[in-house]
């Protein structure tokens, strides 16, 4: 069996850098590695509805601007399969059986499931959709035979519930799905990057992301209005790195040769952090490298977004093509589901001849 990749985001509007070191910068590195036989990403707006039922249009809105933001990463899709989650009916069908495999009580103690529940303030009325995501979740991972799937610290137990809908699903029917594994950001910084509040997440609705897509006004404004040390208030001060947003994101995007590239008087991230904690070095200095560094990264991919906005029937198009190859993959899953489940009443000729057996004496 070939190593297969499945992965996504909900279309709740555009990316930003968040997403970017959790997940998007390792899927470009994945696609183009050549260790994968196969590659889904799947635009997730069915999952988004779960908590936006009453607002599709933003739903309908944010497609193109996930889709763009893939794109213009470097999302190839001469080699990844870019797919929309609600154009695969397949997956549905998959997560109503596999409902019957998990409880209530499992699904409560889910951590992911709680903590979004919370951030949500679903508590006294969660949408049924919303509470049984993680199932949906394995649907989606199990339909595409994926062995891994690239996602933050924070989806590990989301992962862990489809392992064990798969090892419950394979105990009753046989060996029929198979088993994912998580596959974790290799850089520490980049398991969860802050908001530029130094609030935990990167969340649209605090209003703490750098976009993808921010213009380099838009970029400068936030990196230079990020939070850092509260007691480092004069140049000459000690000042602390750990908890200080502005270091967190150098130690995820800095490299050793921005040093020559844009402050030579740095040889390494280390060195200036060291020259940090001993006072003598400004804020606002470590903030206009931050800002180069970001721009380096950034200039290309706006660049590339502005030519794929220029022919938009395109990207639909590659959606709707990966879309209708998604959903041969999962067609083929769901038969052998059903076939496991002993639920192919038409495919099943000895059944057939059994029950005409039966009747005819």
């Known amino acids: 069996m070939g190593k297969i990749i499945l992965t996504g985001d909900r279309p709740t509007g555009r990316l930003h850098l968040g997403h970017f070191v959790g997940s998007l910068r390792r899927r470009v590195e994945l696609q183009n590695s050549g260790l994968f036989d196969k590659i889904f990403i799947m635009i997730a707006d069915a999952q988004a509805l779960t908590d936006n039922a009453d607002n599709p249009e933003k739903i309908r809105q944010n497609i193109i601007e996930v889709a763009l933001d893939y794109l213009s990463c470097g999302i190839d899709p001469a080699k990844s399969t870019i797919f929309i989650q609600s154009q695969v009916a397949e997956l549905c069908e998959l997560a109503f059986y596999y409902m019957n495999l998990v409880t209530v009580s499992r699904l409560q103690r889910n951590p992911t499931v709680k903590t979004e529940i919370q ?10 959709g919303f509470f049984t ?5 394995a649907s989606d991972i199990t339909a595409f035979r994926a062995t891994t799937v690239p996602a933050g610290e924070d989806q590990q137990p989301m992962i862990e519930q489809a392992r064990e809908i798969v090892r419950r699903f394979n105990g009753i029917y046989g ?3 198979v088993e994912p594994e998580i596959l974790l950001p290799d850089n520490a910084a980049c398991m969860r990057l802050p908001g530029t509040d130094g609030k935990a997440k990167m969340s649209k609705s605090l209003g703490n992301c750098i976009y993808l897509s921010d213009t380099s006004e838009e970029v400068r404004k936030r990196v230079m209005s990020m939070y850092t040390d509260p007691d480092h208030i004069r140049v000459e001060d000690p000042g602390k790195v750990e908890g200080n947003t502005v270091f967190t994101y150098l130690d995820a995007f800095c490299r050793p040769e921005h040093f020559a590239q844009y402050w030579p008087d740095y040889s390494s991230l280390d060195e200036l952090k060291a020259h940090y904690m001993r006072g003598g070095l400004g804020d606002v200095k470590v ?8 721009e380096e990264l950034l200039t290309p991919i706006r660049e590339r977004r502005k030519e794929w906005e220029k022919d938009i029937p395109a990207v639909f198009d590659i959606l709707k093509r990966g879309s209708e190859a998604a959903r041969e993959v999962a067609a083929g899953t769901l038969a ?26």
């Open 119 to 128: 951030m949500r303030n679903f508590e006294t009325s969660i949408p049924v």
């Open 175 to 177: 060996d029929t799905l």
């Open 336 to 361: 052998d589901v059903r076939r496991a489940m002993r639920i192919d009443y038409f495919d099943d000729a000895e059944l057939i001849a059994e029950q005409s057996r039966k009747f005819q004496g």
């Open 133 to 137: 995501y993680p199932i949906s979740q």
């Open 287 to 294: 903030k206009k490298f931050l800002y180069a560094i970001l």
